[in-house]
């Protein structure tokens, strides 16, 4: 099993920023990738970053030059740096890992920005 714990969230002004950060713990040996999704009211979860044990990272195409992704192994953590934050970007983020196969996710933390 792996636990995941997100912090960071937040209510911000359009144009701010936040700093998501997520904890792994448990059976964290072999996790390949670890990444962040969101769920806005109404809308089906979606991608935001992902990061693998190889640092190859990915990025939905909404977030390009806004959002940063960063991981540290050592501490098995993963980050998201979100700057120019859009009322669009207001979402519940969960954080997820990938090892074995399977998915793990976190419980979620909200992030709401005002236009």
């Known amino acids: 099993q792996v636990q995941l714990v997100e912090s960071g969230g937040g209510l911000v002004q359009a144009g701010g920023s936040l700093r998501l950060s997520c904890a792994a713990s448990?059976?964290?040996?072999?996790?390949?990738?670890m990444g962040w999704y969101r769920q806005a009211p109404g809308k089906q979860r979606e991608m935001v970053a992902t990061?693998?044990?190889?640092?190859?990272?990915n990025y939905a195409d909404s977030v390009k030059g806004r959002f940063t992704i960063s991981r540290d192994n050592a501490k098995n953590t993963a980050d998201l740096q979100m700057n120019s934050l859009q009322p669009e970007d207001t979402a519940v983020y969960y954080c997820?890992?990938?090892?074995?196969?399977?998915?793990?996710w976190g419980q979620g933390t909200q992030v709401t920005v005002s236009s």
């Open positions: 448990g059976s964290i040996s072999s996790i390949n990738a």
């Open positions: 990061i693998t044990n190889g640092g190859r990272i």
């Open positions: 997820n890992a990938l090892r074995g196969g399977r998915f793990y």
